[in-house]
């Protein structure tokens, strides 16, 4: 007798639809969230290596977590997702610290910094909302 396989929140299907194919909103969401961490990569290295430069450059380390998290966004693994969501709020931190206290130059970039983590927490927050939406959906069709 074979027992029942547990449900786990990581076992929604990736591609959220009951035809197995992912929803519109599902791929805008992943587009977005994988575009906004593109551009606060991109954001984090230009400031730290060439627009900004505080000491040796070695700040710049702190997009890696961002990169680790590409290939998760890419592939629409949930987890990514949701780490990413709280992880995502140490650079607006960083970036509200630094609009206060930066020199004058630098604001602009602690501002785009914030709006890019908002705009990334809240893709986040809609492609697994989305995703758990239709896994729910396909849950009761099946």
């Not at 007798?1 to 929140?9: D, F, I, K, Q, R």
């Not at 992880?87 to 931190?93: C, H, I, R």
């Not at 130059?105 to 758990?132: G, K, Q």
Request: aromatic share 8%.
């Amino acid at each position: 007798m074979t027992e029942p396989a547990l449900s786990t929140p990581h076992a929604v299907p990736a591609p959220a639809h009951p035809a197995g194919i992912p929803t519109s909103a599902v791929l805008r969401s992943r587009w977005l969230a994988f575009g906004t961490c593109l551009a606060l990569v991109a954001l984090g290295l230009l400031w730290e290596l060439a627009l900004a430069r505080t000491g040796s450059g070695t700040l710049a380390i702190k997009v890696l977590p961002l990169v680790l998290a590409l290939p998760g966004l890419w592939r629409m693994k949930l987890y990514t997702y949701r780490w990413l969501s709280l992880a995502v709020w140490l650079y607006a931190a960083e970036g509200a610290v630094r609009i206060n206290s930066a020199p004058g130059r630098e604001v602009p970039l602690a501002a785009v910094e914030i709006v890019l983590s908002v705009l990334l927490f809240t893709a986040c927050a809609w492609h697994v909302r989305e995703r758990l939406a239709a896994g729910r959906l396909a849950a009761a069709v099946a």
